[in-house]
Each structure stands twice: as C-alpha cells, then as structure tokens.
C-alpha cells in the first residue's frame, strides 16, 4: 500500500519539460533494447531479471510514455525528493548534448544520494529505447517503495495523452513573441528573475576551423539563430569578415587550431587582436567571443603554444568574451576520449563539449539563462546553493554502470 503522503502534489504546466527536452531532442520511434533490458516488463519490475549482486532493475515504456515518464520522474525526484532534508537529487543528460536524437547513448540520468552526499541509487532513462534502469546499493528502496509512487503519479495523478498540451506549447516556443512570454512563465515557475530570461531571437555568426563541423547549429540554442561558417585560419577568417554582410548580435570565433601550427603564441594574438579590430569597426554593437584553443596530444609544442596563447589572449585582448575549455582536461592534460585518432581533431564527445562550452558563452553574453536543453540541476542541502545547479557527470561511482538499454 502506497503511503498517499508520499505521493508529491503534481505541476500541470509542461511548460519547463517541453523547454528542456523539446521533441526534436527525443526519437521518433524507439531503437531495439540490447541485452537483459529486452526481456524487462513494461512498466513492471522483475527483480530476478539480474543477479542479486547486480544491485539493479529495469522496465521499460513505449515511445508514446517518454514525455509522461520524463514529467514523472520530475514530479517525484526533482521537486519532491528534492526539497527533502533525507536527500539530495542530482539530474543531468549524458552526453550533455545530444548531437542525434536517435543515439542510443541519449540517457537521463537521476542521482538520488543522502544528506551526506553518499549515493542511494541512480535512475537512468535511455530515452531512445524507453529503458529506464534503478541500480546502487541500495534499488530496493526504489523497488518497495519509489517505483509504487511513481507508477501512482503516472497512472492516476495526471493523464497520459498530453499531446495536445504539448503541442500547444511547441507552437508557442516557435513564435519568437510567444516564446518570450514561455521563458518569462518558465522563469516565474522556477523562482528565476525575469530579467534575466527574454530572447527576440538574436543572431549568433560561428565561425572556427573544421573543429566546429560537427556543431550542429541549428541545434546548439534555440535562444538564437546560429549561422556557422567553416574557415581555416586567421586570415580566412579575416578575408571573410571584411565582405559578410550580416550583422550578428554575437560573433565566436574558433580559429587557433591551425595557426598555432605555424605562427608563435605572440603571433597568433597579434592576427587575433587585429581580427577583432576590424570586427569592432564594422559591428559596433556586436559583442565578440573567442573560443580558446582546445587541448590536443598530436604534438607537445603545439599544445604548449596553445595553452600559452590563451594566457596571451586574456592578458591582451579584453575587450571580448572568453569561452573556455579547460573542462577537456583532467589534471592539466588532454583527455583522450574527447580527442579523435589523429588527437588534434575533436572526437564526438570532445565536440559535444565544445558545443555545450560555445551554448553556455553565447547565453552568457545575451544574458539569458540555460533553460533548453540545459539541463543539469540539482537540490542539494550540503551547502548554500541550492536549486538548479551542476550535476555530477563523470565520477569513480559511475564506472560500474553499465549500457544494458
């Protein structure tokens, strides 16, 4: 018997679900589960579908059930656990950007850890074939008692055919007006200061090295429009701003890959500085960033000079915005995964960084906060920050996951 107490009153807005995890970011139809997850239940558990020592179950839902699924899992960790002193709650994406909406690496992933901060299960839903698993120590109070409440959120606190509701506000966050007023009724459901929300759709111009090919940029923010143009070099890239006849509110440029090769750290900054004069002095009111050097390992002192040049940079040119990539190291080295074979290009996680780096500097210098697909949050009562917040995406505890979706 479900405690009713337990059972956290439920937000009828879609509004902030929709915003985040819009249905261009989930699949169409759902790929086939792999291993033991294609014999799970639907919507039921199985706990001797694994060994005991596995510390997990899973169920399955249909592609119709994402978005209800998603809104549940909301309703119950996000904003009810979340507000309780017993836990903390940790809600982020991995990948942090989802480049394929058919990717079967696409997951949400829960953290449900104590007040101490010491992990109690985690949920992961692999939203492209509708497997959502419960693993940790301790998955069977997940069993007994959360997965009974979250079916009762599901099934009789809300009904399931909200395709109308979804919709609706998809048509809202099209229009350019009516999203405004989305972010503006989001922001009011989330505590969060108007001011810092409404977008008219500014223009955003990308322009980098072949580095940025695998952006997707009609998918890096829907806050803006982004036009990107592949150019190779400093010089290029000059040639191309002396002729373009847009006028983009926001300008990033992305372009030391190759000139670093060639040209010292002091030169590097001397094209740079003279690239962002002549920006200056066709867009006055255009706002400049400069997209960092991202670590490499095909040569040691490219690397160097690239590391150096971004010291340079800051201490020279600041008069611009800096998007920053120093989260591809780990300890003060180039991370391998996020490096493809040649280990100069970036693979498709380092590109998935880069593009989540370049999203969160544009939003930065619009003002304007991460509410789509931005979607780490957490609650936490271990310190003053509470609300939404950083997840915790790579740590020793997630090693024994594994991808059984």
């Known amino acids: 018997m479900v405690d009713m ?20 970011s989930l699949p169409k139809k759902l790929n086939k589960r792999t291993g033991k997850a294609k014999n799970s ?14 510390n997990m179950v899973t169920f399955h839902t249909d592609i119709h059930r994402l978005y209800p699924w998603i809104k549940t899992l909301d309703s ?12 903390n709650i940790n809600w982020y994406d991995d990948p942090e950007i989802w480049e394929n909406p058919s990717d079967n690496a696409n997951s949400i992933v829960i953290e449900i ?25 301790k998955y069977m109070l997940f069993v007994e008692k959360h ?49 810092c929300a409404a977008t008219t759709g500014p223009n955003v111009l990308l322009i980098g090295t072949s580095n940025i090919k695998g952006i997707k940029e009609d998918k890096l923010t829907p806050a803006a429009t982004t036009t990107k143009i592949i150019k190779y070099t400093i010089d290029e890239t000059i040639e191309y701003i ?7 509110d926001v300008v990033i440029f992305h372009s030391l890959t190759n000139d670093l090769t060639k040209m010292d750290p002091q030169a590097c900054v001397d094209a740079l500085a003279e690239l962002i004069k002549i920006v200056k002095d066709k867009w006055i009111n255009t706002t400049t960033i400069i997209s960092l ?64 780096n370049i999203k969160k500097a544009i939003h930065t210098s619009l003002n304007i906060p991460m509410i789509n697909r931005g979607r780490s949050r957490s609650r936490s009562r271990i310190n003053s920050t509470r609300g939404r917040g950083r997840g915790y995406h790579y740590n020793s505890e997630h090693v024994y996951r594994t991808r059984d979706s």
């Not at 337990?6 to 679900?17: A, E, F, M």
């Not at 609706?168 to 009516?178: A, D, N």
């Not at 972010?183 to 459901?189: A, F, G, I, Q």
């Not at 390992?297 to 490219?302: K, P, S, T």
Request: charged content about 25%; some cysteine.
């Open 41 to 54: 239940l639907f919507e039921e558990l199985d706990v001797q579908l694994y060994e005991k020592g596995a």
């Open 113 to 137: 850890r104590d007040n101490t901060n010491t992990l109690v299960y985690s949920i992961t839903f692999f939203v492209t074939t509708g497997t959502i698993r419960a693993q940790g120590s």
């Open 5 to 24: 107490t337990d059972v956290p009153k439920l937000d009828p807005s879609w509004t902030r679900i929709i915003s985040e995890y819009p249905r261009s």
């Open 242 to 248: 002396q002729t373009c006849e847009l006028c983009p």
């Open 76 to 87: 119950f960790y996000y904003n009810h656990l979340g507000k309780c002193d017993e836990f």
């Open 147 to 195: 997965f009974p409440i979250l079916k009762l959120i599901l099934d009789k606190k809300f009904k399931i055919d909200a395709t109308a509701a979804l919709e609706g506000i998809e048509r809202q966050l099209k229009s350019p007006q009516s999203y405004s007023e989305v972010v503006k009724r989001s922001n009011r459901e989330e505590n969060l200061p108007i001011s």
């Open 293 to 356: 050097a991202t670590p490499r390992l095909d040569n040691l002192g490219y690397h160097t000079n690239g590391q150096i040049t971004n010291a340079l940079i800051k201490q020279r040119i600041t008069e611009v915005s800096y998007c920053d990539h120093s989260n591809m190291l780990k300890d003060g080295n180039p991370t391998p995964d996020y490096l493809s074979d040649d280990k100069y290009h970036l693979s498709k996680k380092g590109t998935s960084i880069l593009a989540a």
